[in-house]
């Protein structure tokens, strides 16, 4: 089995801590995919600055390959955040850099070589919406918590063409989320997941609807909760494909069941992991002092 991470990569900057890490929704699912024991790859544009080559340094540096990969000139994007109590707090971003602003279109080579993967992940942060009908294998896209993600005409844009589609649904109680999942389907997703940290997440693809319970993992014990969404999703995905989920198979109610446990049982395992999967360096001092007043004098 083969996972394609396809779009947004992200320097993401922790300002309390002083630390850089790397990231991005779809090159965490890369990552966690190819630490559940599949081959993962990443196929984005790096920006040709200092952070783009750590970037991709540390994304080849856990097993996924960055071949087919493109440097751009200009700069890399960088999310600002802190933790508290161990849970992360956005606090801005420049844009996402060069990545989403000269994103990669599937044509020739790229294209063939995307569809080669069992199944290419992407996101809202990736600007790679018009890429996805390109597609001659299983897709599937991370929806986000964003409203202006939600809106009927975006869904119209993106759930005729992925096959699984995952909705963060923390803030939104249940009848809502079952609601927003319906809608998904209704709209053309093949399967739709909502995460909603410790109330567990729920899947529906039209004809069933399950849900199940998240791991509990004591407050004081999370070091933070980077990565833990896109990690139930590598999860979930992973345990569809090895039971035997094709585009030209839809998943039974068991195997969703199950892959809803192993997805638990991935987003658990992040909550122990500093950013999204290590490979932290220090930020430049005038850096971090630019985005957070005051931290220089502090270190």
Not at 97 to 102: K, L, N, Q, S
Request: hydrophobic residues 40%; negative net charge.
């Amino acid at each position: 089995m083969r996972v394609l991470g396809f779009g947004d990569n992200i320097v993401d900057r922790f300002v309390d801590r002083g630390i850089d890490y790397p990231g991005g929704n779809s090159v965490n699912v890369a990552v966690y995919a190819g630490r559940l024991g599949v081959e993962a790859a990443y196929l984005g544009v790096f920006g040709d600055d200092d952070l783009g080559g750590f970037l991709r340094e540390s994304i080849a540096a856990q097993g996924v390959a960055v071949d087919h990969c493109v440097v751009r000139q200009g700069e890399t994007g960088v999310s600002t955040l802190r933790v508290d109590d161990g849970d992360r707090v956005f606090l801005g971003w420049n844009g996402g850099g060069v990545t989403v602003r000269e994103p990669l279109a599937l044509d020739g080579e790229l294209l063939d070589h995307a569809s080669s993967f069992d199944l290419v992940h992407s996101s809202v942060y990736s600007r790679s919406e018009s890429e996805l009908p390109k597609l001659d294998t299983l897709v599937s896209f991370d929806l986000s918590s964003e409203e202006d993600y939600r809106a009927p005409a975006y869904l119209d844009r993106v759930c005729p063409h992925a096959d699984l589609v995952l909705l963060s649904c923390s803030h939104l109680d249940e009848g809502a989320t079952r609601a927003l999942l319906a809608d998904a389907v209704r709209r053309g997703a093949g399967l739709a997941l909502a995460t909603r940290g410790v109330a567990g997440a729920i899947a529906h693809d039209g004809r069933v609807t399950v849900a199940a319970p998240a791991r509990p993992v004591a407050q004081d014990a999370v070091v933070d909760t980077m990565g833990c969404g896109d990690a139930f999703l590598a999860g979930f995905a992973v345990s569809l494909l090895r039971a035997g989920w094709t585009a030209g198979r839809r998943p039974s109610e068991r195997m969703i069941e199950r892959a809803l446990h192993d997805g638990a049982d991935s987003a658990y395992r992040q909550c122990f992991v500093e950013g999204a999967f290590g490979h932290g360096r220090p930020v430049e001092r005038r850096a971090l002092a630019s985005m957070w007043p005051g931290s220089e004098r502090e270190k």
